[in-house]
């Protein structure tokens, strides 16, 4: 009998582009920063150390969180923490108003969890773990709090996921 391999984690598949933007912004902020000092004629070593760690908050700030997910829990790793929460044993899902409106799960151990909801619009097998936990927890009885707010983006995400189907095989 052959052993299988646990399945890979699925990722923010866009999530090492967004890394490069921010690098790259950072780079572009110190080079600039240097040049512009140095041709003023006032570039000194602590300068050079201030535009440095200048720039190297520019990248902290600009770099987005890491989501990822498996077979009962997801995780977001930001600059300093890696956050985990347990997708099968949820007891609350909020998502609040305003301009940039995070999900906030909670698990039953006490963990909470903010991210931004589109990351799941744009990586459907993010969304499919997600949503295979919410459904466990619902079968355990332990999501109490929040069962209107995931059905909105499922069917968002799996009508996207229908229409790029759709496409690809020529018949939208």
């Known amino acids: ?9 699925a990722g923010d598949r866009h999530w090492s582009s967004s890394a490069r933007l921010a690098v790259t912004c950072a780079l572009l902020f110190c080079a600039m920063s240097l040049l512009v000092d140095w041709d003023a004629g006032s570039l000194t070593p602590l300068r050079t150390l201030l535009w440095c760690a200048l720039s ?6 600009l770099l987005p969180p890491q989501v990822s997910a498996g077979p009962g829990w997801l995780a977001v790793r930001t600059t300093w923490r890696r956050h985990v929460i347990h997708t099968d044993a949820l007891t609350a899902v909020r998502q609040y108003d305003g301009a940039s409106s995070p999900l906030v799960l909670q698990d039953a151990h006490g963990h909470t969890l903010e991210f ?3 990351v799941l619009s744009a990586n459907p097998l993010l969304w499919h773990e997600l949503d295979t936990g919410i459904r466990r927890s619902l079968e355990h009885g332990t999501l109490q709090q929040g069962t209107d707010v995931v059905r909105h983006p499922g069917h ?3 009508n996207e996921t229908i229409e790029a189907v759709l496409r690809a095989a020529g018949l939208s």
């Open 116 to 118: 931004d909801p589109r």
């Open 56 to 61: 190297a908050t520019v990248c902290t700030v």
């Open 156 to 158: 968002h995400i799996d």
């Open 1 to 9: 009998m052959q052993r299988r391999e646990p399945a890979a984690p």
